[in-house]
């Protein structure tokens, strides 16, 4: 064998460039499967792992925090608008920001790296009930998600994440309902005096 033509783990280039194209045809022939049977995966927030904080700025300049949410649900979805699957999903995100309301539940939609005149703009076409932050330099998504979009962590009313939802999720659907009701019937926590 030539030892131009082979790599360092001893394959023939060619025969190393069929492993790989099979490698990577059988993942996304099992991804497009697996999209197939589910537009997303719910992961715990493992235990360990620290809460990040998350503060930042709404369309208007205003800064929103997620400490000042304590006491109630918090959905935080990580979302861009050249993502598909975020924009099919924020009709129903909508619809659970409004309806949520009085229940104790706060959405925030986590925009991903555009420009705020781009967020305004879409905000206005979309009719976007929930509040939109921007992630300017996309810190927030890298401490709080995969980095796959769209990614949405449910934080109960103690401020500890319940879990992430890795993909779409219809928000006012039952499965949507079976995650958020217990966060939904936790007691409110007590503020700690100063």
Same mark, same amino acid.
């Not at 993502?83 to 309806?99: G, Q, T």
């Given at each position: ?52 904080? @998350?503060?930042?700025? %709404?369309? +208007?300049?205003? =800064? ?9 649900? #918090? &959905? !935080? ?55 939109? @932050?921007?992630?300017? %330099?996309? +810190?927030?998504? =890298? ?9 949405? #962590? &449910? !934080? ?39």
């Amino acid at each position: 064998m030539d030892a131009a033509r082979t790599t360092p783990n001893g394959l023939a280039r060619p025969a190393r460039r069929r492993i790989i194209a099979h490698g990577l045809l059988a993942c996304t022939t099992l991804a497009f499967a697996d999209r197939a049977s589910a537009a997303h995966v719910v992961k715990p927030w493992p235990e360990a792992r620290p809460v990040p904080a @998350l503060a930042l700025d %709404d369309l +208007d300049g205003r =800064t929103w925090r997620l400490d000042a949410a304590l006491g109630k649900v #918090v &959905v !935080v979805n990580f979302w861009a608008t050249w993502c598909e699957p975020c924009r099919l999903e924020m009709p129903s995100l909508s619809a659970l920001a409004e309806s949520g309301r009085t229940s104790g539940l706060t959405v925030v939609a986590v925009n991903y790296r555009e420009p705020a005149a781009k967020m305004r703009e879409f905000v206005d076409s979309a009719t976007l009930k929930a509040r939109v @932050l921007l992630d300017a %330099d996309g +810190d927030a998504a =890298t401490q709080w998600t995969p980095r796959v979009f769209p990614s949405t #962590v &449910v !934080v109960g009313r103690d401020g500890r994440p319940a879990c992430t939802v890795v993909g779409d999720l219809d928000w006012v659907g039952d499965e949507a309902k079976r995650l958020l009701a217990p966060l939904l019937a936790a007691p409110v926590p007590k503020r700690p005096t100063p």
